[in-house]
């Protein structure tokens, strides 16, 4: 199984500010097909998971574009220019890439 | 808007079974496969299992394989899942999710399975 590893595991940011969250995979997740399958979810309690980015940086429609990500191969990185009171929750990166698809362990963003 | 509920999670005892429904609407059903996922209290989230489009081919998380069935009715715009022989690790809230190439777009509310004597 591919193993992904998400780091920080909690990130308080300041309204306005900036959050990054780093997302490595144990091996490439370069699909043979050419697609790299890496995407960002967030999680809100009560709230179905919401779809953020698929393919490393394509925005999932009403995602803001506050929203990014970027990356390549087994390093990844979602951004938020600047964080809004919506935002807080936890972010999951998953690679797609082959079954079982698997996920990191979460980043829990939360106001200072 | 493309909907996914789920339904049929409860309080079961171990060595128990339970079938969760997932009923969509307003996207073409038969064009995509679907899946399950789960999130155990205060861990991280867990993919379960995936279904194709006819239901002719199935997968399964290692931790459940032999124990869960994924099918789906197409007639019914639905996916369900059969969990027999529960165990206290099954606790979670268990989602459905829509598949396209290498993500679930769409997911559902959740339900809550509690195994507990």
């Known amino acids: 199984d591919i193993v992904v590893t998400q780091t920080p595991l909690s990130s308080p940011v300041t309204l306005g500010q900036p959050a990054s969250i780093s997302c490595r995979s144990s091996q490439s997740l370069v699909h043979r097909d050419g697609n790299t399958y890496l995407s960002w979810l967030h999680l809100r309690p009560g709230q179905p998971p919401r779809l953020l980015i698929d393919k490393i940086s394509n925005r999932f429609s009403g995602v803001p574009d506050r929203f990014s990500g970027s990356g390549a191969g087994t390093d990844f990185t979602l951004k938020i220019s600047r964080v809004e009171a919506e935002d807080v929750g936890v972010y999951y990166c998953m690679q797609g890439k082959q079954l079982p698809w698997t996920f990191g362990q979460g980043t829990k963003v939360e106001i200072k | 808007e493309v909907q996914l509920v789920e339904s049929g999670g409860d309080l079961v005892q171990p060595g128990g079974s339970l079938r969760l429904s997932c009923a969509a609407s307003?996207?073409?059903?038969?064009?995509?496969?679907m899946t399950w996922v789960r999130q155990a209290p205060g861990k991280g989230l867990e993919w379960v299992a995936t279904i194709d489009y006819d239901g002719s081919a199935t997968y399964y998380a290692d931790s459940v394989k032999g124990r869960f069935t994924i099918s789906r009715d197409n007639a019914k715009n639905s996916v369900f899942l059969q969990m027999n022989s529960l165990r206290a690790e099954d606790t979670a809230v268990y989602y459905c999710g829509r598949v396209v190439p290498g993500a679930g777009d769409y997911w559902g509310q959740g339900s809550l399975v509690t195994v507990s004597s």
């Open positions: 307003d996207f073409t059903f038969t064009a995509y496969w």
